[in-house]
């Protein structure tokens, strides 16, 4: 089969003649200088929306974030000067209530101080006034004692005396006797 060339079967695709084997559109430099045009024009129009609406919004919102910032410090700050007083004023409390328990229980020991040396001279008294009654029962005992030794003596001279001579003595001269002897 001999091809014809005027039935020449082209592509699926159909493609102007006036774009086959063009270079890519934006390097053409037929446009260049549109595309340069509307470039501007976009550049410019972009930037005047971003200049007019947006960064006033962003500035805003940096201004608010800033304010609320410098809100939270101020707020923290206040808090803290608080916390600190709170702090020393419950230092101070505590510093006091230990100075009361210290007064309180110094105050206590010299009383139950005072109400020991108060006991302990009350019964010193008492005992010394037992040891007075005691040393006045021995003395009267001692006495009573020698008075009754000083009889036996008597009674024990005279015995021996009048064993010893078969006569006894006159009660006068043994009591006189015995005196001498107990006296020296």
Do not use: C
Request: charged residues 25%; without cysteine.
């Amino acid at each position: 089969m001999a091809e014809n060339p005027e039935k020449t079967i082209e592509s699926i695709e159909h493609v102007p003649k006036s774009e086959r084997g063009g270079a890519f559109p934006p390097f053409q430099k037929e446009t260049f200088a549109s595309q340069i045009l509307w470039l501007v024009i976009a550049f410019v129009a972009l930037y005047l929306v971003i200049a007019r609406l947006a960064i006033p919004q962003i500035g805003g919102i940096l201004a608010a974030r800033g304010n609320r910032i410098a809100d939270d410090l101020t707020e923290a700050n206040d808090l803290k000067d608080q916390s600190d007083s709170a702090l020393k004023a419950y230092e101070t409390s505590l510093a006091e209530a230990r100075g009361r328990a210290r007064a309180l229980a110094n105050e206590t020991r010299e009383r139950l101080n005072a109400e020991a040396e108060q006991a302990r001279r009350a019964l010193e008294a008492e005992l010394n006034a037992r040891l007075a009654k005691a040393e006045e029962a021995i003395a009267a005992t001692k006495t009573a004692a020698m008075a009754n030794v000083q009889g036996i003596a008597v009674d024990t001279a005279a015995a021996i005396v009048e064993r010893l001579i078969g006569a006894a003595p006159s009660g006068k001269a043994v009591e006189d006797a015995v005196a001498e002897v107990l006296k020296g």
